[in-house]
């Protein structure tokens, strides 16, 4: 007899393990992979909370001023009780205004204004710099494949245990200097802290969530297979749990035909005739701008585990991902004069981490006459690609498998260090692959 598949359940021992061992355990670091929209902010918040209650004081390390203002609204809303320090910089807006709002949240620029805290949030940028304080009995170091290794090294006195928790699919920590010559090496800046802390720490423990709430059953499997054949994942829905529909029927064009299918089998791939093309292709971002006032015009409505009536699509439940800052720009410009407004138009980068009802993505390869690893950056496509519940259509020009072909990896090879896997042809080629069973031919 098959084993029935509880997410709930899976999600909920793999929870308790790593809370036990960051509450019992001995270990001075604890690793924690999660897939997209597995519960990573929710587990965060919940290790604050168990850690304060437990009498440990406890700092937090997030990458961005957002990501700690998030943790902080969270962490507020989930014990109003609760003293919460947000150590922020200098600067003249330096935090969320709404955190003003918020009776048991201080907030100051020194790190001494905080102490006694139960919990004292910041960015890895701004803990650097606090000096000549009692260390912190426990850390938890949020989003940690976003962050570079010599930032980890700057903070690592800071706190004696640490729970570090990221996605290990998503884009590589962002470096502005060239980094060739550490390559290899145990101490490369420019590495993940986590690749350098288990480096250095092969023996510490591993966990990761096994359940993706984002992600629809018709895209984990996907994603998981193309981005994390490592450390695979589930949806924590069921085919038929979530639905996208459509109040105005289709017109028959290629954007509402692309759409129909994105809401039918949850992907859909507009494929424009082969060419190379500008990077801010006019007729591609056009297609995109179209796509995305076809989804409003006709009314899209999803229901889900969230809520068994249909609930309106709006606007800001939809995404559109680029490569480029300047083809996010060329798709803003293109909304705009299709009078659509609300929808969020970003890169890759700037996306990690959010998510929506349904993205629009522009391919990194689309109309490209060359494939250079910026392009082929596992992370990129993978963040892309990750950002749903319900439908993903994604834009591209034909002939992206021949450009692969034709551009094989000369990348050199280093010693001593880890090939990433997948690599980045192994995904495109895997994600096309699948996407063209969902192809809808664009036609002016």
Same mark, same amino acid.
């Given at each position: 007899?098959?084993?029935?598949?509880?997410?709930?359940?899976?999600?909920?021992?793999?929870?308790?393990?790593? #809370?036990?061992?960051?509450?019992?355990?001995?270990?001075?670091? !604890?690793?924690?992979?999660?897939?997209?929209?597995?519960?990573?902010?929710?587990?965060?918040?919940?290790?604050?909370?168990?850690?304060?209650?437990?009498?440990?004081?406890?700092?937090?390390?997030? @990458?961005?001023?957002?990501?700690?203002?998030?943790?902080? =609204?969270?962490?507020?809303?989930?014990? /109003?009780?609760?003293?919460?320090?947000?150590?922020?910089?200098?600067?003249?807006?330096? *935090?969320?205004?709404?955190?003003?709002?918020?009776?048991?949240?201080?907030?100051?620029?020194?790190?001494?204004?905080?102490?006694?805290?139960?919990?004292? !949030?910041?960015?890895?940028?701004?803990?650097?710099?606090?000096?000549?304080?009692? /260390?912190?009995?426990?850390? !938890?170091?949020?989003?940690? &494949?976003?962050?570079?290794?010599?930032?980890?090294?700057?903070?690592?006195?800071?706190?004696?245990?640490?729970?570090?928790?990221?996605? /290990?699919?998503?884009?590589?920590?962002?470096?502005?200097?060239?980094?060739?010559?550490?390559?290899?090496?145990? *101490?490369?800046?420019?590495?993940?802290?986590?690749?350098?802390?288990?480096?250095?720490?092969?023996?510490?423990? @591993?966990?990761?969530?096994?359940?993706?709430?984002?992600?629809?059953?018709?895209?984990?499997?996907?994603?998981?297979?193309?981005? &994390?054949? &490592?450390?695979?994942?589930?949806?924590?829905?069921?085919?038929?749990?979530?639905?996208?529909?459509?109040?105005?029927?289709?017109?028959?064009?290629?954007?509402?035909?692309?759409?129909?299918?994105?809401?039918?089998?949850?992907?859909?791939?507009?494929?424009?005739?082969?060419?190379?093309?500008?990077?801010?292709?006019?007729?591609?971002?056009?297609?995109?701008?179209?796509?995305?006032?076809? #989804?409003? +015009?006709?009314?899209?409505?999803?229901?889900?585990?969230?809520?068994?009536?249909?609930?309106?699509?709006?606007?800001?439940? !939809?995404?559109?991902?680029?490569?480029?800052?300047?083809?996010?720009?060329?798709?803003?410009?293109?909304?705009?004069?299709?009078?659509?407004?609300?929808?969020?138009?970003?890169?890759?980068?700037?996306?990690?981490?959010?998510?929506?009802?349904?993205?629009?993505?522009?391919?990194?390869?689309?109309?490209?006459?060359?494939?250079?690893?910026?392009? #082929?950056?596992?992370?990129?496509?993978?963040?892309?690609?990750?950002?749903?519940?319900?439908?993903?259509? =994604?834009?591209?020009?034909?002939?992206?498998?021949?450009?692969?072909?034709?551009?094989?990896?000369?990348?050199?090879? @280093?010693?001593?260090?880890?090939?990433?896997? /997948? +690599?980045?042809?192994?995904?495109?080629?895997?994600?096309? +692959?699948?996407?063209? @069973?969902?192809?809808?031919?664009?036609?002016?």
């Amino acid at each position: 007899m098959t084993a029935v598949f509880d997410p709930g359940a899976q999600a909920a021992r793999a929870t308790d393990a790593i #809370l036990a061992d960051t509450l019992g355990g001995t270990s001075r670091g !604890i690793v924690v992979d999660s897939p997209p929209g597995a519960g990573k902010s929710t587990l965060v918040v919940r290790a604050a909370l168990e850690l304060a209650a437990a009498g440990h004081p406890l700092m937090v390390v997030a @990458q961005t001023n957002a990501q700690v203002d998030d943790l902080v =609204v969270r962490l507020a809303e989930k014990d /109003p009780g609760l003293p919460v320090g947000r150590l922020h910089s200098n600067d003249t807006d330096p *935090y969320d205004k709404v955190l003003d709002g918020l009776a048991n949240v201080r907030k100051s620029a020194k790190a001494s204004d905080l102490a006694g805290l139960d919990v004292v !949030i910041s960015t890895a940028a701004k803990w650097a710099h606090v000096k000549n304080v009692e /260390p912190w009995g426990h850390a !938890i170091v949020d989003e940690a &494949y976003q962050m570079r290794s010599d930032a980890l090294l700057a903070v690592a006195g800071l706190f004696e245990r640490a729970l570090f928790v990221g996605d /290990p699919g998503q884009l590589d920590p962002f470096s502005i200097v060239g980094a060739d010559q550490w390559a290899g090496l145990s *101490y490369d800046p420019s590495a993940s802290a986590v690749s350098t802390l288990l480096a250095h720490n092969p023996r510490l423990p @591993q966990h990761r969530l096994p359940v993706s709430w984002r992600l629809p059953a018709s895209a984990a499997p996907l994603v998981s297979d193309a981005f &994390y054949p &490592y450390t695979p994942f589930r949806s924590g829905t069921d085919h038929g749990d979530r639905r996208l529909a459509f109040g105005v029927a289709s017109d028959g064009s290629a954007p509402d035909r692309v759409l129909d299918e994105a809401a039918e089998s949850g992907w859909g791939l507009l494929e424009l005739p082969a060419r190379h093309t500008p990077r801010t292709d006019p007729e591609a971002v056009r297609a995109v701008a179209l796509v995305v006032r076809r #989804l409003l +015009d006709r009314g899209g409505a999803a229901t889900s585990e969230r809520s068994p009536d249909p609930v309106p699509v709006t606007a800001d439940r !939809i995404a559109v991902g680029t490569a480029h800052r300047d083809q996010a720009a060329a798709v803003r410009a293109a909304l705009a004069e299709l009078g659509v407004t609300g929808v969020a138009v970003d890169t890759a980068n700037r996306l990690q981490g959010r998510e929506f009802d349904v993205t629009v993505v522009l391919h990194p390869l689309s109309g490209r006459p060359d494939a250079t690893a910026f392009h #082929l950056e596992t992370g990129r496509l993978c963040v892309l690609a990750s950002r749903h519940r319900h439908a993903c259509v =994604v834009v591209c020009r034909a002939g992206v498998t021949e450009l692969l072909d034709e551009h094989p990896s000369t990348e050199p090879v @280093q010693l001593g260090v880890t090939v990433k896997f /997948p +690599d980045g042809w192994e995904a495109m080629f895997a994600t096309l +692959d699948h996407w063209q @069973q969902h192809k809808v031919s664009w036609r002016p």
